[in-house]
């Protein structure tokens, strides 16, 4: 149980185009979802808290015009990396909250040229 | 005194031994205490967590022992294996922002046969 899921897994663009990385819950419905960004050999950065029927909210120092989410329902969440720059290349991983626990998805490995 | 910091960064263990990773936090708030692992390129799962109430818990071959007068937790893996090298992330949350999941630096482990 509590299985999240991500896609795509990974993705190549061009500098300049929007890339949407979408992020499921697939056997639980949440109410509140999380993107966060992972560098290499480094932990984990919240950068937006997800919630159902609301706008995000965005932790210090991310743009949100940049990184645009949407909780359209109950069971999915999307960000999406607006005219993507190789700064914005990434490991972004999506996770939803169960009770207590957050549950990760296996993460969106991103690559702008 | 929102942080969470974990030692050691990086820790080598024969297959069999103990592999022992330690947690310190100072915001007597915090009311959760998770463990997740995360292999290479992929998300974070969600090994084990543990509350104050309890100075230990043990599922399977991992132990989160907790030492709530000294603010410390940490995670033992008994009988290690190959398949146990990955990092290994604490995290905690309190009761009055249950959203937010403060990560320690991670502990990148390798069991050696």
């Known amino acids: 149980g509590a299985v999240v899921s991500q896609h795509p897994s990974w993705v190549i663009c061009k500098s300049g185009t929007s890339v949407k990385i979408e992020c499921r819950s697939l056997d639980f419905q949440a109410t509140t979802m999380f993107w966060y960004r992972q560098f290499p050999k480094q932990s984990l950065m919240l950068m937006a808290t997800s919630n159902e029927g609301s706008k995000a909210t965005y932790e210090q120092g991310v743009e949100k015009d940049k990184f645009l989410i949407n909780h359209a329902s109950l069971t999915l969440s999307t960000l999406t990396v607006t005219s993507a720059h190789p700064e914005d290349s990434s490991f972004y991983i999506c996770?939803?909250?169960?009770?207590?626990?957050?549950?990760f998805g296996p993460g969106t490995r991103l690559l702008v040229l | 005194q929102q942080q969470v910091k974990q030692s050691p960064q990086s820790l080598i263990v024969q297959k069999g031994g103990i592999s022992i990773i330690n947690c310190a936090y100072e915001n007597t708030a915090f009311d959760y205490f998770p463990w997740y692992q995360q292999f290479p390129g992929k998300g974070p799962a969600l090994l084990i967590a543990?509350?104050?109430?309890?100075s230990e818990k043990k599922e399977g071959r991992f132990t989160i022992s907790f030492n709530k007068s000294a603010k410390q937790f940490s995670l033992h893996i008994m009988d290690s294996q190959p398949g146990d090298s990955a990092t290994y992330f604490c995290?905690?949350?309190?009761?009055?922002?249950?959203?937010?999941?403060?990560f320690g630096t991670g502990t990148r482990l390798q069991v050696f046969p």
């Open positions: 543990i509350r104050p109430d309890v």
């Open positions: 996770s939803a909250r169960l009770g207590r626990n957050q549950y």
């Open positions: 995290a905690a949350s309190s009761a009055y922002n249950t959203d937010k999941l403060i």
